[in-house]
């Protein structure tokens, strides 16, 4: 959180606290719609002209990627609904080629992310960008194409283990005719459609892709996938067996409702307990959006915000593949945690950072970019150390920074010769270099 924000709610309730995330969520502001995406082309179109459509809709998918992060960072947005969002983002990985696109499933993950998990995974069943990533424009009746049931299944609700090959090939004959057309819109092709019987999970009848989602969730093997993911991702990378059942049961009997899963698990003591305290490894995005909010960093080059994510291996709407981003300890290898440690140094200093831009992203052939140039305001962290001591702020900016135990200052930060202003300034600098800071 902000430090304005964690002067007005230290000493809330833990309770006072989860209401005010979902009453936030509850009245977010809805995304601005400056990024739009032309119709599709008949298919006229010389081969250049397709190459600069091409980068046009890739720099408008990376100005609402940069703008996403922008909004994570910012205490006036609504925090779990990014947040969650984030997660759907990873959970449903789809690549989104066209800006319009990526703005349309962004709005579906705020907009169903914190209900019931069926209405979310109606929504994107019938989501254009996911029915063009897994192919299911080209599933039809007579040649059906098995990517989206697939994955459905394995990645998206019930798990390997728990369904069939057959189970596979009649669930994408139900999906078949689920389409979108040139205007980026779901359309159902019922002449595609393939309404002979079809036997799913053991049952028979005349099913849709709406019935195959109906009996996959009524597998509780189901609530328990889910829940698991969510767990890891919510709580810590190592999963706690009881607990994630407990966990999954209500879940099943709930219907499915994430927002009543999401506060069993914020209401719980175990949450709060040290060995899922600091245990997380941040996300590429988690990391930018916090030093953005902790620093309420302004003026940020777009562009070497881009350039970060992919240097560290997340890049918004372009997953390394359907699986999504690994996570936890596959965040980490020798040059990223490199880059990661000197990520404060960049912004305090200014020192170089050797981050790529993709081509399609310049009027050239692309380029480096050595440096982050952002403002950065310490006026917000210095009111949180208004009570506080000199020789303490280095101790009271680690309480704020870090959710582990934070190692002794170096002694030039103790050192006085250097005035308020530079002890708060290098401190910062310090806690954010530290490992402890990439975890969460």
């Keep these: 959180m902000s430090p304005s924000e964690w002067i007005d709610r230290k000493n809330w309730t833990v309770a006072e606290g989860i209401d ?57 947005e609504a925090a779990l609904l990014e947040r969650i969002s984030l997660f759907w983002h990873g959970h449903f990985a789809c690549e989104s080629k066209l800006g319009a696109l990526a703005i349309k499933q962004l709005e579906l993950f705020r907009a169903y992310g914190l209900g019931h998990f069926r209405d979310l995974l109606l929504a994107v069943s019938r989501d254009p960008a996911m029915i063009r990533y897994l192919n299911n424009q080209q599933n039809r009746k007579d040649s059906p194409n098995e990517n989206y049931a697939r994955e459905l299944m394995e990645l998206f609700t019930i798990g390997r283990g728990n369904y069939t090959e057959n189970d596979v090939k009649e669930a994408a004959r139900a999906f078949t005719g689920w389409s979108s057309n040139l205007r980026g819109e779901y359309v159902f092709r019922r002449f595609q459609h393939d309404y002979g019987r079809k036997t799913f999970m053991g049952r028979s009848g005349n099913f849709d892709g709406a019935d195959i989602i109906d009996i996959i969730l009524e597998r509780k093997e189901t609530a328990y996938f889910l829940t698991q993911k969510i767990y890891r991702y919510f709580v810590s990378d190592e999963p706690h067996e009881r607990r994630i059942r407990q966990l999954a049961e209500g879940f099943y009997r709930s219907d499915y409702h994430i927002g009543n899963l ?179």
């Design 20 to 76: 005010h995330l979902f009453k936030q969520a509850e009245h977010a502001k809805k995304l601005d719609k400056e990024v739009s995406s032309s119709q599709e082309s008949d298919g006229i179109m010389s081969s250049e002209n397709r190459q600069e459509r091409r980068r046009e809709e890739a720099r408008k998918v990376f100005q609402i990627g940069v703008r996403w992060i922008q909004r994570m960072g910012d205490p006036s």
């Design 262 to 440: 999401l506060r069993h698990i914020f209401s719980s003591e175990w949450f709060y307990e040290p060995e899922n305290i600091g245990q997380r490894i941040k996300s590429p995005v988690e990391l930018l959006a916090g030093m953005i909010k902790h620093l309420r960093m302004s003026d940020l080059d777009p562009r070497a915000l881009f350039g970060i994510q992919r240097a560290l291996g997340q890049q918004l709407f372009k997953p390394p593949n359907v699986a999504g981003w690994p996570g936890g300890k596959q965040w980490i290898d020798n040059a990223t945690l490199l880059l990661r440690l000197n990520l404060a140094a960049a912004v305090f200093k200014g020192i170089e950072l050797d981050v790529n831009l993709r081509p399609e992203l310049e009027q050239s052939q692309g380029r480096n970019l050595r440096g982050i140039n952002a403002t950065i305001d310490l006026l917000p962290i210095s009111k949180l150390l208004d009570h506080v001591s000199d020789r303490d702020i280095y101790f009271a900016l680690a309480d704020y920074l870090l959710d582990a135990k934070v190692p002794p200052p170096p002694s030039d930060i103790l050192s006085t010769r250097l005035n308020r202003a530079q002890i708060i300034s290098r401190s910062c600098l310090q806690l954010m270099s530290l490992p402890e800071y990439q975890m969460c």
